[in-house]
């Protein structure tokens, strides 16, 4: 029994070969692409969630506290850019929305209340939120309130978000 020669398909099988490379980096190149934008997307859902969470629970108080003007009915939570030391990441987005959702629960009982009240509650935020520690996503955060001020029934609260070292 006599073996072909394979010397005359060593072009066509370095060609196919090529070809399924090809097919596999395409694919790959393709689900990178598509996932990069299905997170986008993600976090634009969990940033609107977060909104609407935040809009209905300012419906409500406004409905409760319409006649009255002295009572602090929304709560908004800014964050302000913590200093990145070297070799340290930021924080990504839902990282700090989450983050704002937990401390929003926190200051629930805040709404309602006087605002002529606010250097006791303001105290009181203060030592129930200054150096909290949060776990988001299995990792530590400690938050540090900046500064807290009332202007016609709205308390706004700016923080520091800083990854929690442990001592």
Known sequence: MRVPPFRQY???S???????????????MYNAVFHMGYNVL????????????????DIQTLKKYNNTSTVIRE???????????????????VTVKEIIRKMGTD??????????????????????LDG?????????YAVRIRTMLVMEGVLQIWVEISPYRRS
């Open 10 to 12: 060593r072009r066509f």
């Open 14 to 28: 370095q060609l196919s070969a090529i070809f399924v490379l090809g097919m596999v980096v395409g694919s790959v």
């Open 42 to 57: 993600w976090v634009n859902n969990q940033d609107l969630r977060v909104q609407i969470e935040q809009y209905r629970k």
């Open 75 to 93: 709560i908004k939570l800014r964050t302000e850019d913590s200093k990145v030391k070297e070799g340290a990441a930021a924080l990504d987005p």
């Open 107 to 128: 200051l629930e009982p805040m709404r309602g209340r006087s605002m002529f009240d606010i250097d006791t509650d303001g105290k009181l935020a203060r030592l129930l």
């Open 132 to 140: 909290k520690i949060y776990i988001v996503r299995e990792k530590e």
